[in-house]
């Protein structure tokens, strides 16, 4: 059954190296985002599932000690999904701190996708290491009622489950936002946060799906599969960030 849950977003500028001089601009965000993973941490979950969104070539199932990067930033930064599984690679514990040489780490396809690699960060900056993880990610066109279907599935994985929910709002804020302007964005990522902020969850699941792709909101199938995973666990929510500093909407809650 689901207990906790936390809903981030998953820009790598979230990530200090990434963002470079323009760090700052994050750190409200930042902080938010270590509140909800305490959320997390107090539920005292069996296991953390983590989603979010991904292109083809990294969909799917992503177990614990899966490497991350951020080289395509152009930072020398890897991080790791928690601890290392029995078949993964892992430095020297005094080489923790320090990133694998590219050739050390497996190939693309096989590494997280750019948002579980944000969550990874997230998690590892919060010392997470309370339960066992793993990773789901899924794409863009995943119908309302798969999400749902994903989400019952992930809350029966086992007796205490949390949730870590990656992604986005609409990318179409203002003139500069990756989707330019649209007024339709501003009342989507309203009607998202109040969502968040009440854990309504039947609100969420009736998310229009077209609109979310037109607004190019990532968090739309993660949000969906949250509700799916949150039926009939009586969670209540709290919205503890909401901003567009991109004109990308980044929302953070979390469900208890």
């Known amino acids: 059954m689901l207990v906790a849950a936390a809903v981030c977003p998953c820009p790598p500028l979230l990530v200090p190296e990434v963002a470079a001089g323009a760090a700052p601009e994050m750190d409200a965000a930042r902080a938010a985002c270590t509140d909800a993973l305490g959320v997390l941490a107090a539920a005292r979950p069996d296991r953390l599932v983590v989603v979010g969104p991904a292109g083809p070539d990294r969909r799917g199932a992503h177990p614990e000690g899966t490497w991350g990067s951020f080289r395509g930033f152009g930072v020398a930064l890897d991080v790791r999904l928690g601890r290392p599984g029995p078949d993964t690679e892992s430095p020297a514990p005094s080489e923790d701190r320090l990133p694998p040489s590219d050739d050390r780490l497996p190939p693309s396809h096989d590494r997280l996708p750019p948002s579980l690699a944000v969550a990874a960060w997230l998690l590892r900056r919060t010392g997470w290491a309370d339960a066992p993880i793993d990773a789901l990610g899924v794409g863009e066109s995943l119908p309302a009622e798969r999400c749902a279907e994903a989400g019952r ?99 953070v809650a979390a469900w208890s």
Request: hydrophobic share 55%.
């Open 153 to 251: 599935d992930i809350a029966a994985r086992a007796e205490r489950v949390a949730l870590l929910v990656m992604g986005d709002a609409s990318a179409c804020r203002t003139l500069k936002a990756p989707g330019y302007l649209d007024e339709r964005a501003a009342p989507f990522d309203a009607s998202v946060a109040r969502a968040l902020a009440e854990a309504d969850i039947d609100a969420l699941k009736a998310l229009d799906v077209e609109l979310a792709r037109q607004l190019m909101a990532s968090g739309r199938v993660p949000w969906q599969i949250l509700a799916g995973a949150a039926e009939g666990a009586d969670l209540t929510g709290a919205l503890l960030y909401e901003a567009a500093p991109y004109g990308v909407g980044y929302l």
